[in-house]
């Protein structure tokens, strides 16, 4: 991407609920430009609509950033020459240009009710005419101002935008140009004095010194409407940012994915158990690649090749199979230390562990049962929960299965097994229990070990089992299994 600046990357998002899939995906390669080029990446946070944006959400974006890794060298709490980074505390710089650009005569006061502006737009509908302003305060006389103001109207500020047309070249659909039949006259400043997006995005990224602005394709439109800022602020042509707008990350049913669908909110992702490696993994590969088929790559990797040239400019759709996968892959990938540290605080939301010592330890004993089998980290509660609990109970669901002649059969051989076994460990479980039940009654495995899986773990599902019982003890496993038979 050409531009002979040092790159200065910018991540702006209004944070109007918890940062979704589309969000983090722009965030991601915003991020791994600025490092793939050395550049700096800018977080900035547009939260000029205060009806939307609270500052909890606020919280909560800059704390997934950080979750994500995503660290930013300038933006809210690193701070950075050109902040405050958050648009509710720069009020006075867009107050001042707008006024500078009424001066100059770029804007001008509109007095236009919201129901005069209505009834335009309808009749624009029936008209079958593109919506938007007419164009009626343009070049209102004194007489009239006058007469608006006595009539107690208050203005908002709007952009002239002139005849013609804007283009400029984006670096992913090549160059785009918007008719300003079509870009009408825009509103900069409302009644209240409150900027804009449109105003405060502009003045920032120029300010800030951006010099890449990549960003979701649903800000396509409104990039005629910033260099019309940039125009009015008097910006060189060699100072406008460059523009990258990335295609939609789409649902599965080919449905755009939005705010308002649960299943997008990172926050979601992170409850479930995904890991922020595993995050950033699947969407850098969501409408990106390194020119090859690869499903894995690394943070470092993805800072190495990341390019621009390299965006497809194609939606790309979420698959939610695979971003699973993938987190299987990254959870496989953990040392036993990261796993525990990532699993402890699950075990102890649901209630599982209160988070002993002597709990740790047991948790770090069973984890590695586990680590191949799960692919999100909330799975980690029901498989583990049998080691921990106080009173024992066998799975309603499963009661039946040990109840009848000959599971019972089974459960009082084991048990004799068992009892006898001086040395407690998985391969002197797994040896007795072969040769009684196995080799000399003739049993399946399946069916054996099903009854003794469900008298000592409580359940069908698992870690393995003779690890689970070498875990679990002798005394318990012998008590478990006495219960069983009195059921
Ligand atoms: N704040 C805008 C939003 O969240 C994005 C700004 C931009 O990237 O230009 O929709």
């Not at 997006?197 to 502009?202: C, E, R």
């Not at 295609?247 to 409850?271: C, H, T």
């Not at 009684?436 to 003794?452: D, H, N, Q, V």
Request: net charge negative.
């Amino acid at each position: 991407m050409s531009t002979k600046r040092a790159v200065k990357v910018r991540f702006a998002p209004s944070p109007t609920g918890d940062l979704h899939v589309g969000n983090i995906r722009t965030a991601l390669f915003d991020w791994a430009y600025a490092r793939h080029t050395g550049g700096t990446f800018l977080f900035r946070i547009e939260d000029t609509d205060t009806t939307r944006v609270t500052d909890e959400y606020i919280q909560a974006a800059i704390e997934t950033l950080k979750w994500l890794g995503l660290q930013w060298d300038e933006g809210p709490e690193v701070g950075g020459a050109n902040g405050p980074y958050l648009q509710s505390q720069r009020l006075d710089i867009y107050a001042e240009w707008a006024q500078k650009f009424l001066t100059q005569g770029d804007a001008y006061h509109c007095y236009c009710s919201p129901d005069e502006l209505e009834a335009v737009r309808e009749g624009q509908r029936k008209a079958n005419v593109a919506p938007g302003y007419n164009g009626h305060c343009r070049d209102l006389t004194a007489e009239q101002i006058a007469a608006f103001k006595a009539q107690g109207r208050e203005a908002v500020v709007r952009m002239r935008m002139p005849d013609g047309s804007t283009t400029f070249t984006d670096e992913i659909r090549g160059d785009v140009t918007f008719d300003h039949k079509f870009v009408p006259d825009f509103v900069l400043v409302r009644a209240d004095g409150s900027p804009l997006y449109t105003l405060a995005v502009a003045i920032d990224d120029i300010l800030m010194g951006v010099t890449h602005v990549l960003r979701g394709e649903d800000l396509l439109s409104s990039t005629p409407r910033q260099i019309r800022v940039y125009q009015a602020m008097g910006v060189k042509l060699d100072d406008y940012p460059v523009f990258a707008h990335l295609p939609f990350v789409m649902g599965q049913d080919n449905a755009k994915l939005s705010k308002r669908n649960g299943e997008v909110s990172i926050a979601w992702y992170r409850e479930q158990g995904y890991l922020p490696e595993a995050i950033c993994n699947y969407l850098a590969l969501l409408g990106w690649s390194p020119g090859d088929d690869r499903e894995n790559i690394s943070m470092k990797e993805l800072t190495e090749l990341f390019t621009v040239e390299k965006v497809h400019s194609s939606p790309a759709r979420f698959d939610m199979k695979k971003l699973e996968a993938i987190n299987g892959d990254k959870i496989r990938a953990l040392s036993l230390e990261e796993f525990t540290t990532w699993t402890l605080p699950f075990l102890i939301k649901a209630n599982v562990i209160a988070g002993s010592a002597e709990e740790i330890e047991l948790v770090k004993q069973a984890l590695p049962l586990i680590q191949e089998r799960i692919v999100k980290l909330d799975e980690a509660p029901a498989l583990l929960r049998f080691l921990f609990v106080k009173e024992f109970a066998v799975d309603p669901d499963a009661v039946a299965k040990i109840s009848d002649d000959a599971a019972k059969d089974i459960l009082r051989r084991s048990k004799k097994e068992l009892e006898a076994l001086a040395a407690w460990n998985h391969e002197s479980i797994e040896g007795a229990l072969r040769t009684s039940l196995i080799e000399e009654l003739g049993l399946k495995p399946r069916i054996a070990f099903t009854a003794l899986r469900i008298a000592t773990t409580g359940s069908t599902i698992s870690p393995p089992l003779f690890e689970s019982m070498e875990l679990l003890g002798k005394e318990a496993c012998l008590t478990r299994i006495s219960a069983a038979l009195a059921l």
